[in-house]
C-alpha cells in the first residue's frame, strides 16, 4: 500500500510540471527605458534638453545601440576615496534616470574633475541623445 502511495505522488509531481516544454521562458528585460536629461550650462539659465530612451532591442536606434552596451557600472558615482586629475571640461551637468537591463538607474553627471570627465565620456553615446 505505501508503494502505490508513492507511486501516486510522484505521478502527481509529474503531472504538475518540473519546467516542462509547456513553459515559455521569462522574456529579456527591455534593453533601456531611461530619460537622460542635459544642461548645457549646468546652472538652468538655458533650458535643459530631455530625451526618452525607451528600447525593446538594440536596433531600434543609435541611443538604444549604445545603451545595448552600457552596464549598470557606468552610472555609478566616483568613489569617494579615488584621486581625480584637477582639470575642468566644462560647466554641463546631465542625468540619467529609468532602467537599464532591467537594473534602476539614477545617476548625475558633470566634467568638474578628471573622473568625472572620464565618465561623461563613457556615457557620452547615451547622453547624446538629448542633444
Not at 4 to 21: D, M
Not at 29 to 51: E, F, M
Not at 52 to 69: M, P, W
Not at 82 to 105: F, S
Amino acid at each position: 500500500m505505501r508503494i502505490a502511495v508513492l507511486l501516486a505522488c510522484l505521478t502527481a509531481l509529474g503531472a504538475v510540471g518540473c519546467g516542462g516544454t509547456d513553459e515559455q521562458a521569462a522574456a529579456p528585460p527591455p534593453v533601456a527605458d531611461l530619460t537622460v536629461t542635459v544642461d548645457a550650462d549646468g546652472d538652468g539659465a538655458a533650458q535643459p534638453r530631455s530625451a526618452r530612451v525607451k528600447c525593446e532591442t538594440a536596433d531600434a536606434s543609435k541611443a538604444c545601440q549604445a545603451a545595448e552596451g552600457m552596464k549598470a557600472k557606468t552610472f555609478e558615482p566616483v568613489p569617494r576615496n579615488v584621486a581625480c586629475t584637477e582639470q575642468y571640461g566644462g560647466p554641463q551637468t546631465a542625468t540619467v534616470k529609468g532602467t537599464l537591463h532591467g537594473d534602476a538607474i539614477d545617476a548625475t553627471f558633470s566634467r568638474v574633475n578628471g573622473c568625472e570627465i572620464a565618465r561623461w565620456e563613457d556615457a557620452s553615446a547615451l547622453l547624446g541623445a538629448a542633444g
